[in-house]
T-cell receptor, first 113, second 113 residues
Framework: KNQVEQSPQSLIILEGKNCTLQ??????????LRWYKQDTGRGPVSLTI?????NTKSNGRYTATLDADTKQSSLHITASQLSDSASYIC????????????FGTGTRLTVIP | EPEVTQTPSHQVTQMGQEVILRCVPI?????FYWYRQILGQKVEFLVS????????KSEIFDDQFSVERPDGSNFTLKIRSTKLEDSAMYFC???????????FGPGTRLTVL
């Protein structure tokens, strides 16, 4: 069964601190993995995309890792800001099929001053 | 930067009524999608649309749902007879080709009373 699991479900950190969000997936055949940021009441916005051959990719203060062997990914946020408060969703694409996106339930991150 | 737009931002309707949710995808995109997100749950795929026809639909997308691209710019989702459980955020997404990232709209919050 194609599934995407994320942990933790929610996280509260102090402004300026770092955090790491986890994603495990069983989607097959794997095409790529994306991390999306979703602000409350808004649509998801893509942060990073990782393909099978990529281990690490950075986008500003966001760094995503991918271990295609263990089917795990992480999103590391450095020097968190209040505006980082949002849900972070791991989305895995399958190679075939028009509906090839599988969504995780997301991690709700709250950054407090 | 081009973006996907959706109207209305919030729709309140009585159970049994018909609703039409509207989306304007990014202009040169060819693949269109509708997703929904029930409060507190993960984003769920409803339907994909390409070349003026449905390419895939989920089990959620039953006979009460239909999609249309009436004029080459709008992409609509119609729910014929709304049920209480249709209350959710509905997101439209589009992408240029099958390898591109999906770009999401801001969503329409549908409340069925």
């Amino acid at each position: 069964k194609n599934q995407v699991e994320q942990s933790p479900q929610s996280l509260i950190i102090l402004e300026g601190k770092n955090c790491t969000l986890q994603c495990n997936y069983t989607v097959s055949p794997f095409s790529n993995l994306r991390w999306y940021k979703q602000d409350t009441g808004r649509g998801p916005v893509s942060l990073t995309i990782m393909t099978f051959s990529e281990n690490t990719k950075s986008n500003g203060r966001y760094t995503a890792t991918l271990d295609a062997d263990t089917k795990q990914s992480s999103l590391h946020i450095t020097a968190s800001q209040l505006s980082d408060s949002a849900s972070y969703i791991c989305v895995v694409s399958r190679e075939t099929g028009a509906n090839n996106l599988f969504f995780g339930t997301g991690t709700r991150l709250t950054v407090i001053p | 930067e081009p973006e996907v737009t959706q109207t209305p931002s919030h729709q309140v309707t009585q159970m049994g009524q018909e609703v039409i949710l509207r989306c304007v995808p990014i202009s040169n995109h060819l693949y269109f999608y509708w997703y929904r997100q029930i409060l507190g749950q993960k984003v769920e795929f409803l339907v994909s649309f390409y070349n003026n026809e449905i390419s895939e639909k989920s089990e959620i997308f039953d006979d009460q749902f239909s999609v249309e691209r009436p004029d080459g710019s709008n992409f609509t989702l119609k729910i014929r007879s709304t049920k209480l459980e249709d209350s959710a955020m509905y997101f439209c997404a589009s992408r240029l080709d099958s390898t591109d990232t999906q770009y999401f709209g801001p969503g329409t919050r549908l409340t069925v009373l």
